[in-house]
Each structure stands twice: as C-alpha cells, then as structure tokens.
C-alpha cells in the first residue's frame, strides 16, 4: 500500500431481513418469484392505499441494535425520502432520517491479528424499491415491483475504515451477526445484503477529510475488496496528477474491475424528507428492549470463546467454525457425538471445506451430512479407516448416493484392520521383493519409498500411512 | 423571503412537473405568500416544545408478520398503461 496516503472508507450496508411479509404491505416477500405476483395495491402505491408497519422489522432492528451494544431509540418515525424513478411508483421512499431506531453503537473488526473497533452511526428501517430491466424490451423499461416493500435494514458506518480488507472484514462481521441473529439470510448473490462504500484519501497525519466518493452496486465480498482498491488508487493518481477528487456517485463495473461515474452532477440529490403522515410514531419501552436483549441467540464471538474452552480447539480453528451460522451448527452436532472434538474441527475445516470450496458449496448445501461425518470421524477414531481412507470416502460420497458404509466396502477400505493384516501383507512383500530388501540392507535406503507403495497399492490406500512407515522400518531391518 | 425563476425551474423540475411560462410570475407570487406565512409562524418561540411528527397523539399501529396469497396480478394491471409478460412498461429511463 501506499506509505504516503491513508484511505477513510465508511459503508453502508443494506440488509434484507427475512420477514414473510413486506415492511408496510401483506404481501409476500419470497425470491425469484413470477413478476409482480408479489406486488400488491400498497407495494404499487395506488391512490387510497395506506402503509401499516410490520412489528417484526421493529424486533429486529433492535435485535440488530443490541447485539452492537448501541442505543435503541425510544421512539421510532419514518419519512418520506422523494425521488421519481420507475421502480419506486409512490414517487417517495419510505425510510427513516430524525430517530432512527438504532443509534450508535460499535463492531470489533479483525485484520492481521489486529482487532479494532469500527463505530456504527446510525441503522434504520426502510423499504426496498422495485426492479428495472432495462433490455428487454426494445425502447422500454420493464418494471418489476415484486421487491418493492422488502424491509431493509441500512446499517451506516462510521468513516473509521483504513484498508479494502478492513472493509471486507468489517462486512464479514456484519454477515455473521445478521446471520446468527436470524434476521437475515445475508445471501449477497441474491441481493440479500448489499454494499455501498465512501471513499476518500488524505495524507497522513490530517485530521481533515478529503472530498469522497461513493462506490454503489457492490456485490461480493471480493469485489468489495477489489472496488475499494481501485478507487483508492483512481484517488491517488488523481491527486498526485494536480487534480482534485469530485464528489460524486461511481458505478463499480465488476467485469472490467473499474467505477464510474454515474449521477449527471447538474443538480445535487434534494430528497425532501418529510415525516411520512400515514405512519403514526413508533415508541419503543425498556421493557420491551429488555426482553428481546435477554433473548438473544448466541452471538459469534461468545461461541468463538465457548468453543475453545467447551471442545478444547485453537482459536484460529474456533473462528473459523463460527464464520457462518450453519458451519457453527454442523460443527456442534459433530463435535458432541464423537470423542474427540479436534478431530472434528481439523476434518470438517481441512477436507470438507476444501470440497465445499471446490464446488463453490456452502455447507447447508454439502453432500454429507452431519450424519455422515460422525461415522467417518468414528470410524477413524476405532481405527478401522484411515485418513487417507477417509479422504477418499469424503470425495466419491459427493458423487455417489451410495452410504458411507456402502461406499467403504466397495472400495474394500474396511478389509485392513489392525497391524497384524499390515504385517502380514508386508511379510508378503518382502518375500516377494527378496532382491529390493536385499539391496535395502545394503544401504539403498531409497528403496523405501517403494517398499511404502507396494504396500499403500496392496492395501489400496486404507492402511494408515504412518502406521506403515513404522511397521516396514521394524520389518525391513530384520 | 423571494423566490427566484431558478428556485421555481429547481422545483419544477425535481417535481416533474412542466410550468407553462406565462403562469410563472404568478406562480411565484403564490409561493412567496405560502412562505411569508410560514415565517410568520417561524417567529413563535417553540424551543420548549417537542416537535411532533404526526397531529395524533397516537403510536405503534402494527401488523402481525403474515404474508396474503391473493396477488391479483392481472387485475391489477388493468389500469397499466402497458404491460408485458407480467411486467409494466415505461418509456425507457437509464440513470
């Protein structure tokens, strides 16, 4: 990086939260369904139609809220946020800008082994608006309202970013507490969770900051890397070059890793927010914020702790596990049935996730189950299938529906038991390779290697290899 | 306080509403009167007052979190000016 200039980035994140009905209508909240089936009278914002407040979204915005330790408003007001685009037919938005329901509060970020605290201004409640395809039809926008309504929760940083992979890291955190939470599914390909950056650079040392701008339509966790990085090196050669940075809305182009600009700057965004006179205030009492504060889920970073004091794993192992809810749980459910927990964590970060990550799988998705990995984990335990054994096993069970145990006797990994099998099988080979163990003797010490795979070949990989190493080196100094 | 043709064409225009030019002097005229009233009432001292957001004394009119069925679709396309396949068009609007 650059010695000579600092990046300040703050984001915002808009999250999808997993309610079955919209923020202010009845209707249906499920993706990829059939255009504008989803789409009813207050989503098209017909003349007549009044917003009613789903009191989930209020639940979970403070659930959000506590988790960041930050102040939770005690009462709530949305606004009316004025723009016309197609997709947005009331020709406002409904969101919130005086008392949001989340206040400020702060996440803990790690980057290198460094933990720094990222403070949150702001998180409040809003609507989603619809979608346009703009290629469809020839000389028209075609208008989808099936998102129209989702409830969103904008979660605001401060600008107290410093790197692209502080900003990754920080947007992981966000993942993870949603996720945990259950008030999201965090799903970023299917727009679940969304990013938008402000970017600006300054030198060193200034207190003051530098004209930002801001990075929209980011969608992966890569790519927000990858976006951050190339403005704040656009920034640098800018400034470097005698120009001065405009402030300004930038589309990030993932297909050429470039931003752009995006808004015509004719004229500033004047949004005219106003307090939305169909919806009545919303007052929230400690009460209520004290129960859903006592019934919070576990959150990652006491599990990253109760993991390694309760299974007994590194805390390199136990953050990873926790790095999404559903890893955590398959974790838990493995760990608990089998003897020993470290096992768990090195098999199901080791094979199963590289599998997993080979098939660009999440783990909700793996072809083997829970179920499956207890067996392996205790089979591997008894000592009647190896690692390498076992590594093989995990990789023809994702393209066989056979079971686990089907799978293990037709690639005959069940045949070697113990050491006496193995003895006897090397006592065949030496027999057999009377010249080879000769010259081995002699000093060859080379024709070890052999040695090992006649028996790895005779025994098709089910033998464990370092059990072998030990028994030939008895053996062949006989 | 005035209002410029400026202010009036930067109203306008974030209104998408067009203004015939000969309306405009009284348009304006209009506006300023709307305004003197306004600071008419910006002179009460409201500072120990807490600003509403709403003129009822009321709060926390929720709905339970449960989706309805019956998206009449076709129905409600009815009055669309134009639709396609499910999708309503509008002439077409790149930002």
Same mark, same amino acid.
């Given at each position: ?70 102040? =939770? ?20 938005? =409904?969101? +919130? ?20 605290? !990222? ?25 989808? #309202? ?24 920080? #947007? ?8 945990? %939470? ?52 656009? +920034? =640098? ?28 700057? $004719? ?21 209520? /914020? ?5 019934? %919070? ?96 096993? =995990? ?15 037709? $690639? ?8 006496? $099998?193995?003895?006897? !099988?090397?006592?065949? !080979? ?5 010249? +080879? ?42 | ?21 000969? /309306? ?25 007052? $807490?600003?509403?957001?709403?003129? %009822? ?39």
């Amino acid at each position: 990086m650059n010695k000579e200039w600092e990046s300040v980035i703050g984001l915002e994140v808009h999250v999808q939260l997993s309610t079955e009905s919209k923020i202010f209508s009845n209707a249906p909240t499920k993706f990829g369904q059939e255009q504008n089936s989803q789409a009813s009278l207050v989503d098209l914002g017909l003349p007549g139609v009044l917003p009613v407040l789903n009191e989930k979204t209020i639940e979970m915005a403070i659930k959000f809220g506590c988790a960041i330790d930050a102040e =939770i408003s005690s009462k709530a007001i949305f606004a009316r946020k004025n723009y016309f685009y197609p997709d947005l037919p009331k020709g406002y938005q =409904i969101s +919130q800008l005086d008392d949001p329901i989340v206040g400020k509060g702060k996440i803990n970020v790690e980057v290198d082994n460094e933990e720094r605290e !990222i403070g949150i201004t702001r998180a409040h409640l809003e609507e989603d608006a619809g979608k346009s395809l703009h290629d469809k039809y020839e000389g028209f926008s075609a208008i989808d #309202l099936n998102r129209a309504g989702t409830p969103l929760l904008e979660i605001v940083s401060e600008p107290d970013l410093r790197s692209a992979k502080e900003a990754v890291a920080y #947007l992981k955190k966000i993942h993870s507490i949603i996720t945990f %939470l259950d008030i999201s599914d965090g799903d970023m390909s299917q727009g679940s969770m969304r990013c938008d950056a402000n970017v600006s650079i300054r030198k060193f040392g200034d207190k003051k900051l530098g004209n930002r701008t801001e990075l929209k339509n980011i969608n992966s966790f890569r790519f927000v890397e990858k976006a951050i990085n190339h403005e704040i090196n656009r +920034q =640098i050669e800018l400034i470097e070059n005698g120009t001065s940075i405009e402030q300004e809305t930038r589309l990030y182009d993932a297909n050429k890793n470039e931003t752009r600009s995006m808004r015509s700057k $004719e004229h500033a965004n004047d949004y005219r927010y106003f307090p939305d006179p169909d919806l009545i205030p919303i007052k929230i009492t400690n009460e209520k /914020i004290q129960e859903i504060k006592e019934s %919070l889920p576990e959150l990652p970073e006491q599990k990253i702790i109760r993991f390694m004091e309760d299974y007994e794993i590194s805390n390199y192992e136990s953050k990873n596990l926790n790095s999404s809810k559903e890893l955590s749980h398959f974790f838990e459910i493995v760990a608990d049935k089998v003897s020993s927990a470290e096992l768990a964590a090195k098999w199901i970060l080791g094979d199963l996730t590289a599998i997993l990550n080979k098939n660009n799988l999440n783990i909700k998705d793996s072809k083997i189950s829970s179920t499956d990995m207890i067996d392996l984990l205790k089979k591997i335990e008894e000592g009647s299938l190896s690692g390498p054994g076992a590594k093989k096993i =995990i990789e023809l069970s994702w393209s066989s529906e056979e079971s686990i145990d089907d799978l293990i006797k037709k $690639e005959g990994l069940d045949e070697i038991k113990g050491e006496d $099998e193995i003895i006897k !099988i090397i006592d065949e !080979i030496i027999k057999n390779n009377s010249k +080879q163990h000769e010259q081995y003797i002699q000093g060859k010490e080379k024709l070890f290697g052999f040695f090992v795979g006649q028996v790895m070949k005779e025994t098709k990989g089910s033998a464990d290899p370092k059990q072998v190493n030990e028994l030939l080196s008895k053996k062949l100094k006989q | 306080m005035k209002i410029s043709e400026e202010v009036l064409n930067n109203i306008s225009s974030l209104s998408k509403i067009k203004i015939d030019e000969d /309306i405009k002097p009284k348009l304006i005229e209009d506006l300023e009167s709307i305004l003197l009233m306004v600071e008419k009432m910006n002179k009460i001292d409201t500072s120990k007052i $807490e600003p509403m957001s709403h003129p %009822l004394d009321e709060a926390n009119n929720l709905r339970e979190d449960i989706a309805m069925h019956e998206i009449k679709r076709d129905n409600y396309q009815k009055s669309a000016p134009q639709t396609e396949d499910g999708f309503y068009l509008t002439p077409k609007v790149i930002e």
